[in-house]
């Protein structure tokens, strides 16, 4: 079955960077565009950034562009978002997720918590 599974999280002083990756499987990795997700406290779940199977088609939300950026490995069935200039409103649980299509997720991955704090 597929799975996606997050790490990579944690607390991070503003300023600072992180990276997540996500491990995919069950599923040819190659053939979907895949995608990164957070949602704040109280907040609506929103896109951060999506990447195309072949690389290098992307796109990032407004708030991530030039601070975040998303990438994969075809090879080790992986994607990546590195994250840098954390600001406390990037605290969220950020959620990997497997695309349909270019514009809807069908598979969502367990979530991992960046909190962003001095």
């Known amino acids: 079955q597929v799975q996606l599974v997050e790490s990579g999280g944690g607390l991070v002083q503003p300023g600072g960077s992180l990276r997540l990756s996500c491990a995919a499987s069950?599923?040819?990795?190659?053939?979907?565009?895949m995608a990164w997700y957070r949602q704040a406290q109280g907040k609506e779940r929103e896109l951060v950034a999506r990447i195309s199977n072949i690389v290098p088609n992307t796109n990032h939300a407004p708030f991530a562009k030039g601070r975040f950026t998303i990438s994969r490995d075809n090879a080790k069935n992986t994607v990546f978002l590195q994250m840098n200039s954390l600001k406390s409103e990037d605290t969220a649980v950020y959620y990997c997720?497997?695309?349909?299509?270019?514009?809807?997720?069908?598979?969502w991955g367990q979530g991992t918590q960046v909190t962003v704090s001095s």
């Open positions: 069950g599923f040819t990795f190659r053939d979907f565009h």
């Open positions: 997720a497997r695309l349909r299509n270019w514009g809807e997720a069908d598979y």
